[in-house]
């Protein structure tokens, strides 16, 4: 992927740490290749509204966009109404029953210990991930108050009172989820690149 930027970009990522100022170019880039296939412009005309740690977006008209990336991979969705998008990979380790106790156990008040398994509270996580990214809301803030429900395929915020559909991808080594109204016709343009940040 040729690195495409506009100056306030490089601007931008010159006032980042070296890690950081790569991924935010990187996902920048692919962003901005995609879209333009999409919209048949230049990469560096599509008006993306992109700053570090805030979600990306386009004009009014121009439909909407979520990416999301882990230490191999970004995925990309575009739709016309709002959409939520996380990947991670599907071997990622990490304390899973520590994780659900501290985050999602509440949601889960049926299950036992051992039949919460890593894979269980991956996808979780994943789906909740992409309804806060749907939201455009706060992971700090937000995750204790999302419900997740495996067999409705719903995602609940309490306080907000908002109510989302999700879907799962398994994709090679990655989980995919999209987070969306239910009310959406769902014909979303997905873009998975493997890319070692």
């Avoid at 495409?4 to 880039?29: M, P, Q, W, Y």
């Avoid at 290749?33 to 599509?46: A, V």
């Amino acid at each position: 992927m040729q690195d495409v930027a506009t100056l306030e970009e490089i601007k931008t990522a010159k006032n980042l740490t070296n890690s950081r100022s790569k991924i935010f170019l990187e996902t920048r880039a692919y962003l901005r290749q995609s879209l333009s296939t999409l919209f048949n412009l230049d990469p560096l005309e599509i008006p993306i509204n992109a700053h570090p740690g805030e979600p990306p977006s386009l004009p009014s008209g121009m439909g909407n966009i979520s990416l999301s990336h882990c230490k191999d991979a970004i995925t990309i969705v575009w739709h016309k109404s709002k959409i939520g998008i996380d990947i991670e990979r599907t071997d990622r380790e990490f304390n899973h029953i520590k994780f659900a106790k501290k985050y999602f156990f509440h949601t889960n008040k049926s299950n036992h210990n051992n039949y919460l398994t890593r894979n269980m509270i991956l996808n979780q996580w994943c789906s909740v991930e992409a309804a806060i990214k749907w939201d455009h809301g706060k992971l700090a803030k937000d995750i204790n108050h999302w419900q997740f429900f495996e067999k409705s395929k719903k995602l609940i915020h309490n306080k907000k009172n908002i109510n989302l559909s999700y879907s799962q991808i398994n994709f090679h080594n990655w989980t995919i989820v999209l987070a969306y109204e239910e009310k959406t016709s769902f014909n979303p343009e997905i873009i998975c690149c493997s890319k070692n940040f």
